[in-house]
């Protein structure tokens, strides 16, 4: 059920982090994997440590993404996972920090699902999962992080909205939203021992994610064992929005 030999998954921003993990979960179910990053050192690497092909994308690009597409066969799993974060109080966040968060995290998995999606349609199947984030569920106050908060909340409405439309053509759309996870973008970018004290007493599971917990969620997603879910989003936060 949970197989995907002989399929193609493509995984966005998975050079590292949630994202690589995903890519390797999907690789050892049999999948072919595309690692498609904006940063080739590292997502060369990741693609060769997985038996995978690397290719450069920056998805806030609409015209590379068509490229992309229509370069590539139809896909039978797309994952929108490249994501940023800006924390800036609502207050004095510039305008430049605030339309970057939109345009990687929710115009990017736009553009993804528009032109990957338009060739699953022609070919009648295929399943895109996106990495939406409990921040779409809940305020998440004790960061200040309202742009974060609402992409991830329009990733989960896009999702849904995307569902309906196609779900009678043969592609499924679902989301998983995981909450604190190890990666670069926490450790190195937010990270601070008062938010760290903060996440571990929030979580009931008093831990951080492994990235590598957040890509069986995907896999089901992405396989066959979830074929009547469409306009889902999988919630993975070890308790945090329960
Ligand atoms: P990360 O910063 O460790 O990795 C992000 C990857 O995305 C990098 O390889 C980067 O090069 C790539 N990327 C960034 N912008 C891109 C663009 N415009 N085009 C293509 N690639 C781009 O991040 P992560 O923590 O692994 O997060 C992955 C996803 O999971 C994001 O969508 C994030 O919002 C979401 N998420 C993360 C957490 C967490 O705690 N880490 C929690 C919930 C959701």
Redesign the pocket.
């Known amino acids: 059920l949970f197989k995907l030999d002989g399929k193609t998954a493509l995984v966005?921003?998975?050079?590292?982090?949630?994202?690589f993990e995903i890519a390797k979960g999907l690789s050892e179910a049999g999948a072919k994997v595309i690692i498609?990053?904006?940063?080739p050192e590292?997502?060369e690497a990741a693609a060769s440590s997985i038996g995978g092909r690397f290719e450069m994308?920056?998805?806030?690009d609409s015209d590379a993404v068509r490229a992309l597409a229509s370069r590539l066969s139809p896909l039978d799993v797309l994952v929108n996972?490249?994501?940023?974060?800006r924390n800036v109080p609502s207050e004095d966040i510039s305008d430049a920090d605030w339309e970057v968060v939109m345009s990687?995290?929710v115009n990017?998995v736009f553009w993804c699902c528009r032109e990957f999606g338009k060739k699953m349609l022609g070919a009648g199947k295929g399943s895109i999962v996106s990495?939406?984030?409990?921040?779409g569920l809940i305020s998440n106050h004790p960061q200040p992080q309202s742009g974060?908060n609402a992409s991830?909340a329009a990733v989960i409405h896009l999702t849904r909205s995307l569902a309906g439309e196609w779900a009678d053509r043969g592609v499924r759309v679902n989301a998983v939203?995981?909450?604190?996870?190890a990666?670069?973008?926490?450790i190195l970018?937010l990270e601070t021992p008062e938010w760290r004290e903060t996440w571990l007493k929030e979580t009931p599971m008093k831990r951080?994610a492994e990235?590598r917990e957040i890509a069986p969620a995907v896999l089901y997603l992405a396989s066959e064992a979830s074929s009547f879910v469409t306009g889902h989003t999988l919630v993975v936060d070890g308790g945090y929005t329960a």
């Open positions: 966005t921003g998975a050079a590292q982090g949630i994202g498609a990053d904006m940063n590292t997502g994308l920056n998805v806030t996972n490249a994501g940023i974060v990687v995290n990017g990495t939406a984030s409990m921040s974060y991830k939203a995981p909450g604190y996870t990666t670069p973008m926490t970018g951080l990235p």
